[in-house]
């Protein structure tokens, strides 16, 4: 029996809601989106912390891509709310405010949508001269910094089509990383590479999240890549059904170490 001296138990309950939601960097209240008479997205609600590394699963289908462009304010919504760190993005409506948020979170996607007449290193450096008109001199050290991070530093003047899948989602990231966001969303990215090279892809994401803090929310549709994250949410029909933590992490660098050297690699 509750006596008059107990804490009230429901206004606990309801502060503990409330620090989680104050660390969730990414924040979903009853996300609806519908494309015609379509319903994608039926009430979707999830919070992600700051620092964590969160998979999305689920079939084709099943509104996953649709999930991530209304993250980054590329799609609206029709109901409910979105927060991204400080952005609003339920309500974004000016260039600007586009532009702030798109300088804290990064996409990469499966095709890597590199443009093909532009060389590695101008890929990278687009978005911060031309969208967000910064000093051309200090991008071209950063982007050339990150594509040598990435391994590619022998590649930055070639062009997408003399690159292979692996390597042109390396560029992608590097892309995705010069704008110095906080969050980094990926939507399918190792769907077109080969086992190798999809650990390759998944161990520079790693880095990003384990040893620079970055956020990361990658979606595929295969369960042992959900694996390298923290905690798969789990997408069917438009709804979350399941939202599980990893329990026991895959670490992409050692599987890499672990693999044979390939002959003629
Ligand atoms: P997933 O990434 O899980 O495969 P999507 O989010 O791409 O799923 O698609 C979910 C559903 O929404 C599919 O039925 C797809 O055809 C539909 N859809 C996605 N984008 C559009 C759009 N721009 N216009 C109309 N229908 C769309
Ligand atoms: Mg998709």
């Given amino acids: 029996m509750a006596s008059p001296g107990d804490p009230p138990i429901g206004r606990q309950e309801d502060s503990a809601m409330v620090r989680q939601e104050d660390s969730a960097i990414v924040r979903l209240t009853d996300v609806h989106k519908s494309f015609g008479a379509t319903e994608v997205l039926r009430g979707i609600s999830m919070n992600i912390a700051k620092g964590e590394a969160v998979c999305v699963i689920g079939p084709s289908g099943s509104g996953k891509s649709t999930l991530l462009r209304c993250i980054n304010g590329l799609i609206p919504i029709d109901r409910g709310e979105i927060h991204v760190g400080p952005h609003a993005v339920h309500r974004l409506k000016s260039d600007k405010d586009m532009i702030a948020l798109r300088k804290d979170v990064s996409i990469v996607f499966q095709q890597y949508n590199l443009f093909p007449h532009k060389t590695a290193l101008q890929n990278v450096m687009m978005a911060p001269i031309h969208v967000l ?9 950063r982007a050339i910094a990150l594509l040598t991070k990435v391994g590619l530093a022998e590649k930055q003047d070639a062009y997408p ?18 704008t110095t966001p906080s969050i980094v969303l990926a939507d399918e990215p190792t769907g077109n590479l080969d086992t190798r090279t999809s650990i390759e892809v998944m161990s ?25 994250a923290d905690r798969i949410i789990t997408c069917r029909d438009g709804h979350i059904v399941t939202d599980t933590p990893v329990a026991v992490r895959r670490i992409a660098e050692d599987e890499l170490k672990a693999l044979p050297i390939e002959v003629g690699a």
């Fill in 161 to 178: 089509g003399e690159l292979s899948g692996g390597q042109q989602q390396r560029v992608a990231i590097a892309r995705a990383l010069v």
């Fill in 204 to 228: 520079i994401f790693q880095h990003l999240n384990r040893d620079r803090g970055i956020t990361v929310l990658l979606i595929t549709h295969e369960r042992d890549i959900a694996e390298y």
């Fill in 133 to 141: 008109r910064e000093n051309e001199r200090e991008v071209r050290e």
